[in-house]
């Protein structure tokens, strides 16, 4: 029997080895030339494997959760059409003279290139795609797809909502089970991208001594500015959040405080500082926290800025960012928005030496010019490495970005 065995590519930039975290056939299936195989992971970026050729799964070459060497055997494929040898037939002995030849009836020959109806019917599509039709209660199978070898995309599911097509109705209320017992457990292996932040977050924790400064601000004449500019340009411009005037104080911020935007290299004993700020924008996905990275924050206006994080997250909730755009950044910022409390100690993203934490906005009681008054109060809450930014430092950039803040003018003045 022909076996056409997959091995894990060659993803690039010195990568060694993947971690498996789905498969999307098992064997026994049949799956169409450039089908997706499984998703593995290097750093925080999924890759989908397809099928290289048509056929029927033999063979899957790993666990969800295990470590795959590039060049590794991921999975074994019969091509469509290839067949077993038949064994050498046996010369049945001759009946006996005067036994009359027995009327036979050929067996029909079950095709091997003949693929069961369920398999070849069902539906190509990523992890991402199938994520939104459940969620949209579509049935992929109802869904015309647009997609190279008949694979589902994202803008065939829009173009089938936009035709008023029938959805499934919703799953019914499961029926209510007895409470679990006291000591009940339940174990959840840690893959894929959780597994990536934990590792991560670890080593973050582990190497860098961090140190958090947290500064409360008054945002009463930004949220001011912020109303007027988008009910001047709402209908004309991309709505702004609070987002985009965070980014500019940081920009002004780090051209007067460049200490803080730079990556130190611990093991080389080398702290490189950057000119362009690169602004990693810590992202909340399903999947688990992403930090997509805006290039060159310097260069865009509130609008423009507004415009790629919007992107940016999108891009990130939906799994379709790719390396280039999840790597490289210089400084984080990081927000829960309403979830964001009064303060927090975010953790630096590696081998970056600060990070910026935004927390919610509340009214608070404040004195200003003698009476006690009600003004919109946010902290930032922002940690650096201590090895390479001193307390003084660290607390003047913070205070340079509160005073930007506070008075949004500012913001607009090189």
Do not use: C
């Not at 973050?204 to 340009?233: F, M, Q």
């Not at 996905?285 to 800025?305: H, K």
């Not at 404040?366 to 490495?385: C, E, K, T, W």
């Not at 390479?388 to 340079?400: L, P």
């Amino acid at each position: 029997m022909s076996v056409h065995v997959v091995k894990v590519p060659d993803i690039g930039e010195g990568i060694a080895e993947v971690e498996l975290v789905a498969w999307h056939v098992a064997p026994g299936d049949v799956v169409a030339e450039d089908q997706a195989l499984a998703d593995v992971m290097t750093d925080k970026a999924s890759v989908e494997i397809p099928s290289p050729i048509a056929g029927t799964v033999q063979a899957l070459g790993g666990e969800v959760g295990q470590l795959l060497a590039v060049g590794a055997e991921l999975i074994r494929i019969t091509p469509t059409g290839a067949v077993q040898a038949p064994a050498a037939p046996t010369r049945p002995a001759p009946p006996p003279a005067d036994t009359p030849p027995a009327a036979t009836t050929a067996a029909p020959q079950r095709s091997e290139t003949a693929q069961p109806a369920a398999a070849a019917q069902r539906p190509i599509a990523s992890p991402a795609v199938r994520a939104r039709a459940w969620e949209l209660g579509i049935d992929l199978s109802t869904v015309a797809a647009s997609g190279a070898a008949g694979r589902i995309v994202q803008a065939d599911l829009d173009v089938h909502v936009a035709r008023g097509a029938p959805r499934s109705p919703p799953s019914p209320r499961p029926t209510p089970q007895a409470a679990p017992a006291a000591d009940a457990t339940q174990e959840i292996r840690i893959v894929g991208l959780r597994r990536k932040i934990a590792q991560k977050m670890q080593e973050s924790k582990r190497r860098i001594p961090h140190y958090t400064y947290v500064e409360e601000v008054d945002v009463g004449e930004l949220e001011a500015l912020r109303a007027h500019l988008n009910a001047k340009w709402g209908t004309q411009r991309t709505h702004l959040t609070l987002l985009p005037f965070l980014i500019r104080a940081m920009v002004l911020a780090v051209r007067d405080h460049p200490q803080v935007n730079a990556r130190f290299d611990d093991e080389a004993g080398v702290l490189t500082r950057f000119e362009a700020l690169h602004l990693g924008i810590a992202t909340q996905t399903d999947a688990g926290l992403m930090v997509p990275v805006l290039r060159d924050a310097r260069s865009r206006d509130l609008w423009a800025s507004a415009v790629e994080v919007a992107r940016l997250a999108d891009g990130a909730r939906a799994g379709k960012l790719v390396r280039d755009e999840l790597t490289g950044s210089t400084i984080t910022l990081t927000s829960l928005g309403r979830l964001g409390g009064v303060a927090s100690t975010p953790v630096i993203n590696h081998p970056e030496v600060a990070i910026v934490g935004v927390n919610r906005i509340v009214l608070r009681p404040v004195i200003r010019d003698g009476a006690v008054v009600a003004r919109p109060m946010m902290n930032l809450s922002s940690s650096f490495d201590h090895r390479v930014v001193d307390g003084a430092i660290g607390a003047a950039f913070v205070q340079s970005m509160r005073e930007s803040l506070e008075h949004p003018a500012a913001l607009f003045v090189e």
